[in-house]
């Protein structure tokens, strides 16, 4: 049906013309490849310029590794493939949101941060979610191993644990007096409060030998090393360093202490 003013539908009202591309090609797709091939192209737009969409992906890669590697039943990986594409689910709307938010608000807006902040708080729900998942179901079959790893290092004795920190804190010192940098208890490298943090962690974990209090303790110290950087103390670099000075060296003293026995 036609009228002086174009197309008109079945009440008689004007059609109007289908919104287009610059190259003629239509907005919506019409065809369900076509709307396929956008839905793709949406997700290869948020891994490439969303670096949380990135570490997802990351860390959905090294579950699947585990997976196979653990062997679990069909319904736990289930449960955990449900999990990990809420949290991918939820990124990609946080993405979505952010970039309709840019686009009606260029200038700040209190509104515009507030849409963005529940947002993220939707990934963050997801992926609190995904994390306890995978705790309840991963930890029948990573504990066992984690606790025979535990026992083969052994317990260590009052004295060696002390002699450990001690050890941790003398060589956090001179690192820190040949790199110049930062003073004994503010910025340089390697961070002692890092490197503190671990060796304590560390220890408790061989003392416990127990993986939920392990797991508890090394939580704390990468929360203590994540409180410097932060406060713009000490860069990634130095917090890491510090960890892995302090891991290392307390591991080393307690076995060297296991080996004069």
């Known amino acids: 049906m036609s009228s002086p003013y174009g197309d008109t539908d079945a009440e008689g009202s ?3 013309p289908s919104p287009t591309l610059p190259n003629g090609d239509p907005v919506k797709p019409s065809r369900f490849i076509d709307s396929v091939n956008c839905a793709i192209e949406g997700i290869f737009w948020a891994t490439r310029t969303q670096k949380h969409m990135r570490r997802h992906f990351l860390s959905a890669l090294v579950l699947l590794f585990a997976v196979l ?16 594409s809420f949290v991918l689910f939820a990124e990609l709307m946080n993405t979505a949101v952010e970039v309709v938010v840019d686009m009606v608000s260029p200038e700040y807006h209190p509104l515009a941060r507030i849409a963005k902040d529940v947002a993220a708080g939707g990934v963050l729900v997801a992926a609190i979610g995904a994390a306890v998942m995978g705790y309840l179901i991963l930890s029948h079959y990573i504990f066992p191993i984690y606790k025979e790893a535990l026992a083969m290092i052994g317990t260590p004795s009052e004295m060696g644990a002390v002699v450990a920190l001690l050890a941790v804190v003398i060589v956090v010192v001179i690192l820190k007096s040949i790199s110049g940098k930062g003073t004994p208890l503010e910025g340089g490298l390697p961070s002692g409060h890092a490197a503190v943090a671990f060796s304590i962690a560390t220890l408790v974990t061989l003392n416990t030998q127990d993986p939920l209090t392990s797991i508890l303790a090394i939580i704390l110290a990468v929360m203590v090393s994540h409180s410097r950087l932060l406060l713009n103390i000490h860069t990634m670099r130095e917090v890491v360093f510090g960890a892995a000075t302090g891991t290392g060296i307390t591991l080393l003293v307690l076995m060297l202490f296991r080996f004069m026995k």
């Open 69 to 84: 590697f653990l062997r679990v039943s069909a319904l736990e990986f289930t449960l955990l493939a449900v999990s990990v």
């Open 14 to 16: 004007p059609l109007r």
